[in-house]
């Protein structure tokens, strides 16, 4: 293929006009995905982070996947016979891909941000502490025995997770002021936070991508809004759906 065609190809596939097209996008980066990851089984797994980083990496790939699947459209028979036709629901589109935005966007906080072993093992703890302590609220739920056990495991897990943090070094060169910001991340069950340096900046969900200079600002900033429109059921959600706005 020459420098021409393969230009054209991509403008064709970047406009992405039709299903088509989308599809074929989404296969290539499917493809890629796979082959970089076919090792994986094989591969010796040094540490917890980087095996749940290739973990991570596969769920991002069976996302894309399931995109292309919604793409040749959802049908259904009821038992009288009657059917659904051949139906692009937006909702799940955007739910889905929202998703996958924002998987993309923690890999990349937790495992490309950081620039030394100790930012690695902050950001990736605070990621850990997050999921574990949302999952504490089911203590209440908690009926047999091993799962009693399972929530005080997970809690002293937590404590030891903390003090992983808090002696590292570059915890402890911070100043007060940033040592507080990762300790309100902590609190507030979250870790979208970057370091410059000595020091913290705060991040959100609709601005992340722009950290790692792949995209022009404020571009994803109404695009992730867009899509959350379609995470909850919204009245432009609800409506899009069946054509009446």
């Given at each position: 293929?020459?420098?021409?065609?393969?230009?054209?190809?991509?403008?064709?596939?970047?406009?992405?006009e039709?299903?088509?097209?989308?599809?074929?996008?989404?296969?290539?980066?499917?493809?890629f995905?796979?082959?970089a990851?076919?090792?994986?089984?094989?591969?010796?797994?040094?540490?917890e982070?980087?095996?749940?980083?290739?973990?991570?990496?596969?769920?991002?790939?069976?996302?894309?996947?399931?995109?292309?699947?919604?793409?040749?459209?959802?049908?259904?028979?009821?038992?009288?016979?009657?059917?659904?036709?051949?139906?692009?629901?937006?909702?799940?589109?955007?739910?889905?891909?929202?998703?996958?935005y924002?998987?993309?966007?923690?890999?990349?906080?937790?495992?490309?941000?950081?620039?030394?072993?100790?930012?690695k093992?902050?950001?990736?703890?605070l990621?850990?502490?997050?999921?574990?302590?949302?999952?504490?609220?089911?203590?209440?739920?908690?009926?047999?025995?091993?799962?009693?056990?399972?929530?005080?495991?997970?809690?002293?897990?937590?404590?030891?997770l903390?003090?992983?943090?808090?002696?590292?070094?570059?915890?402890?060169?911070?100043?007060?002021?940033?040592?507080?910001?990762?300790?309100?991340?902590?609190?507030?069950?979250?870790?979208?936070?970057k370091?410059?340096?000595?020091?913290?900046?705060?991040?959100?969900?609709?601005?992340?991508?722009?950290?790692?200079?792949?995209?022009?600002?404020?571009?994803?900033?109404?695009?992730?809004?867009?899509?959350?429109?379609?995470?909850?059921?919204?009245h432009?959600?609800?409506?899009?759906?069946?054509?009446?706005?």
């Amino acid at each position: 293929m020459t420098q021409d065609e393969l230009r054209s190809q991509f403008v064709r596939l970047q406009d992405h006009e039709n299903i088509e097209d989308c599809q074929e996008l989404i296969g290539i980066h499917a493809n890629f995905m796979m082959l970089a990851m076919k090792n994986h089984h094989s591969e010796n797994i040094i540490s917890e982070y980087e095996g749940h980083g290739k973990l991570v990496l596969q769920m991002i790939m069976t996302k894309i996947i399931a995109v292309n699947s919604l793409l040749n459209g959802l049908t259904f028979v009821a038992t009288d016979g009657s059917s659904l036709n051949k139906l692009l629901d937006p909702v799940i589109f955007g739910t889905l891909i929202r998703n996958i935005y924002e998987t993309v966007a923690m890999f990349n906080l937790v495992y490309r941000t950081p620039n030394t072993p100790d930012e690695k093992k902050i950001m990736y703890n605070l990621w850990v502490i997050a999921g574990l302590k949302y999952r504490q609220r089911f203590e209440t739920d908690a009926r047999t025995e091993e799962n009693k056990q399972k929530v005080i495991s997970e809690r002293q897990q937590i404590s030891e997770l903390i003090s992983e943090i808090e002696d590292t070094e570059l915890y402890k060169s911070l100043d007060h002021k940033y040592r507080h910001m990762i300790q309100i991340k902590i609190k507030d069950k979250d870790y979208l936070m970057k370091f410059n340096g000595n020091q913290i900046e705060f991040l959100n969900w609709s601005k992340i991508l722009e950290v790692f200079n792949v995209v022009r600002p404020g571009l994803f900033q109404n695009t992730y809004t867009y899509l959350s429109l379609y995470a909850h059921p919204s009245h432009v959600s609800v409506f899009s759906v069946w054509g009446y706005v």
